[in-house]
């Protein structure tokens, strides 16, 4: 169904500030079934169980986007689902170098640039500046969440050339996203001080 103005939005009744939207309520449903993913992989990393449940939640990631789209944008959404892109993805990947599938470097290495940029784009906010996230940056969570699947899938256990190559795929990824987003942040406030 497309709305009189030609966008794919069904319905108007959530507005930016809304909180109970259906989007938010799968990002909450992410976040809460999060913790119970991560005790599968301390107890066995590599699980069809764990990767099936995995492959669950990396895909609702989408399906909230898909939501936000369609029913509206909130700030609440804007927050929210970051944040349990974050939990999910350094959560999943510190736990698998709790069990060795991981090395520690190019897990604290993506964590730092996460930590850093979240605190980055937060201050950016607070002077009522948006940095939209670039099409590189969406591929480097799926790139992410694609390393953090090898390393789960029994079928790659005995392979972990492949999680590790993906991983440091996602560090590179993750490290020039970061630094693009520096970049527009700093254009976007230079652009701010002009007006």
């Not at 794919?8 to 939207?21: E, N, Q, V, W």
């Not at 995995?54 to 369609?70: E, F, M």
């Not at 789960?152 to 996203?177: E, G, H, I, R, S």
Request: proline content about 6%; hydrophobic content about 55%.
């Amino acid at each position: 169904m497309t709305a009189p103005d030609g966008s794919d939005r069904l319905d108007d009744r959530f507005g930016p500030s809304a909180l109970l939207t259906p989007a938010n309520a799968v990002t909450i449903i992410r976040l809460a079934i999060s913790p119970a993913l991560l005790v599968m992989i301390l107890r066995d990393p590599s699980s069809w169980a764990a990767v099936s449940l995995w492959i669950a939640l990396a895909v609702t990631d989408g399906v909230d986007g898909i939501l936000a789209r369609r029913f509206g944008t909130t700030r609440s959404g804007a927050f929210l689902d970051p944040l349990a892109d974050k939990v999910l993805v350094l959560g999943a990947m510190f736990a698998l170098v709790a069990a060795n599938r991981f090395w520690w470097l190019p897990v604290t290495l993506i964590a730092a640039r996460e930590v850093a940029i979240s605190l980055y784009r937060t201050r950016l906010g607070r002077l009522g500046l948006a940095v939209p996230a670039r099409p590189l940056a969406k591929a480097k969570t799926v790139v992410q969440e694609v390393a953090v699947g090898f390393a789960l899938l029994p079928l790659t256990v005995d392979q972990p050339v492949f999680a590790a190559t993906c991983l440091w795929v996602a560090v590179t990824l993750t490290l020039v996203t970061g630094a693009q987003y520096l970049l527009d942040g700093r254009s976007a406030a230079t652009t701010l001080g002009h007006t």
